[in-house]
């Protein structure tokens, strides 16, 4: 054959095309969603990996088991009732690739084109983007410092019922919320419960940022709080030990596992399961307060950094007490969606409001990862951001 | 609620309801589709991992690239182009979980319910699971002891097309075809080359056995006999070294690759990567050469005790040059698909050919993997097989 064949005749009409992205970073990168690179337990995992290889490295001639390693699940159940208040059954967890993977399963296993999906008014971009692959119609709740809104969940729910749209789940990530950094105090979830109860809608926890706190209380999972088994709990290691591994998990009802394991190309790596469990076993408690210490610093310089630059503005950012993120709010003349590729050339990067929000709203909103440049770099950041806003005549 | 919340009317159309299966092992484990254990070489991968986290472990604090470490594909490249005879570009490679997840990506970019698809007569169980997932009407074309025969291949297009049937593509696993053994020599392949094109059909090439010869001249690839771009390549580390690390490729035009890309839940881990990278830059000829050893005694082991028993019989058996299995026919009257549980309650493991056969055919038939088991366990389990058949006055 002369020419090339042409395969776009062939495509399946569930396919989509997805442009294959290359990232880049600019020199202060706060547009990221990585944890402090300078706490990934690199040492740690190796020696976790040996003994674990030792003791069960015959099992890498096997395939895995389709729920992942038992040992690593078994791991995750104590994990869970010790952390997060739950007991769960090694049964009813299933080792994903990250959480990118189990909220992946979770949206294909319950999504038809056209449905109806109540996310936060600004959902993590990752699950936006699954979401519309899965041509959801989303929609956002709104949010305050304090995460979702009880009333207007409630509201939400109501208007699209009247318009009669039936509402397939709720996806949430209670825990210092990716982008908002908020977190829902226990009262919010009884009452969000009470409205998935009342309204019969399954609610997906998103509970990545859990291990990330470094200042006040955590609060008791959804999960813990349900006796409906409305509640998908899903969570991963990429923030506690590093994006790279791709491990996370999700806990669910058997009849939602069946389902997900439909679309599951593949189990889950034993090597990558054998080093978190070695290493975690151990270090878990000293490993914790290590990426705390860190991330507190980070984040005090960038609220720091954002005081000395925006508090004569009409400005806020949140105050988050763990994760990666703080969000920055500018007075509405501020356009950070236009901005972006501005300061993005001059230094400076972060991801605009507009961006995880399902409308397209919040040009003058920002989210700023913390966790990943140092402290210096950081405060640098911030202040090179400043100038460029003053540049520009517009602070 | 009082009552658990039943999911039923929620799940999605796309969805299907898959068992959750726990693999159980017979005393003989034929069943299986394991490499050796022994050739796993964990410490060489330990060391791997270790050079190549001491230079790029802080890329564990990125996600990964989303078609997978770039170092890893460049490795592959080269590998390609020494061993398979055909340049690519790390742009046109993609990492997967295994061959699981790239055939099964390739699946879903090209494959609408109720579309025609063609494999082998007997067909990998897994890519059979998937094709049947993605609901296509899968068609068996004729093997013989080398595989796919062109003539008949074609027969069976002009037939389908006869029927108003548009064939989206064909599946083949042209060395050490999983589960006959057989390997197609590059007449065959020149020839059903010629048949694709002829009717612009692709063909998925699943190469995950070709690092196993032992005995006899590895064919060209399809792919490095193809200037139609037909060919999509589909590889695997899991044989090579371990299905426990979940590590494969596929090499396809990039207008497929971004189809693909829609159902990925997620990139592959780094961690796993750079252990593959850093063991195999090293070490790949002489792990080859010790695998192919290994390899080389069980079967024989196998065969000669296939010979000892069922050589009184007008019995068949493949002498497979490498690959993990013997493909066994029995006369007609002796039904495998009937005796596959009694067999295993004794103690002997095997896979009836009728599970690998769209139409269920095969009855008489058995993969029998010799790459698992020691040679004394291959010798003592077929003994096993005969006297079980004995007692049963089959033979």
């Not at 990585?34 to 395939?63: F, Q, R, V």
């Not at 389709?66 to 994990?79: D, I, N, P, T, Y």
């Not at 991963?236 to 679309?263: E, H, N, T």
Request: contains cysteine.
């Amino acid at each position: 054959m002369d020419k090339k064949f042409d395969y776009e005749s062939l495509f399946s009409k569930s396919s989509l095309e997805i442009e294959i992205s290359k990232v880049s970073h600019a020199k202060y990168d706060f547009a990221v969603a990585y944890p402090p690179p300078e706490t990934i337990p690199l040492n740690g995992l190796l020696e976790g990996l040996s003994e674990g290889l030792s003791k069960e490295g015959k099992d890498l001639a096997y395939y895995p088991d389709v729920m992942g390693a038992l040992s690593l699940r078994e791991f995750v159940c104590q994990k869970l009732q010790e952390d997060r208040g739950f007991f769960s059954d090694p049964d009813e967890i299933m080792i994903t690739q990250g959480s990118a993977e189990a909220n992946n399963l979770v949206i294909q296993a319950l999504t038809d084109p056209g449905d109806t999906v109540i996310t936060e008014e600004f959902v993590y971009l990752g699950t936006l983007r699954q979401l519309r692959r899965a041509k959801a119609n989303v929609f956002g709740s709104k949010l305050d410092e304090n995460g979702l809104i009880p009333e207007e969940l409630e509201n939400l729910i109501k208007k699209l019922i009247k318009k009669g749209k039936k509402i397939k789940y709720i996806y949430t990530i209670p825990e210092f919320q990716n982008p908002t950094g908020s977190t829902l105090p226990l009262e919010r979830r009884v009452q969000i419960l009470k409205i998935a109860e009342k309204y019969l809608i399954p609610l997906i926890e998103d509970d990545c940022y859990v291990d990330l706190r470094f200042e006040g209380k955590t609060q008791p999972s959804f999960k813990s709080l349900d006796s409906s088994g409305l509640v998908i709990h899903v969570a991963s290691f990429s923030k506690l030990l590093a994006p790279g591994l791709r491990m996370g998990y999700v806990i669910a009802d058997i009849s939602v596992l069946k389902r997900m394991m439909s679309f599951k190309s593949s189990q889950s790596s034993q090597f990558v399961s054998l080093a978190i469990e070695g290493f975690l076993t151990k270090n878990m408690d000293n490993h914790k307060n290590k990426i705390r210490e860190i991330l507190k610093e980070k984040c005090n310089a960038m609220t720091t950094a954002l005081g000395e630059n925006f508090g004569g503005i009409n400005a806020k950012w949140s105050n988050p007490g763990g994760g990666c993120y703080v969000w920055l709010t500018m007075p509405e003349r501020i356009n950070l969606t236009k901005l972006q590729g501005v300061c993005f050339d001059k230094g400076v990067g972060f991801i605009p409001g507009s961006s995880f929000s399902p409308e397209g709203l919040g040009d003058n909103c920002a989210r700023l990862c913390f966790a990943y440049e140092s402290p210096e770099k950081n405060r640098d950041g911030i202040n090179l951001f400043g100038e460029i806003l003053h540049q520009l005549n517009l602070i």
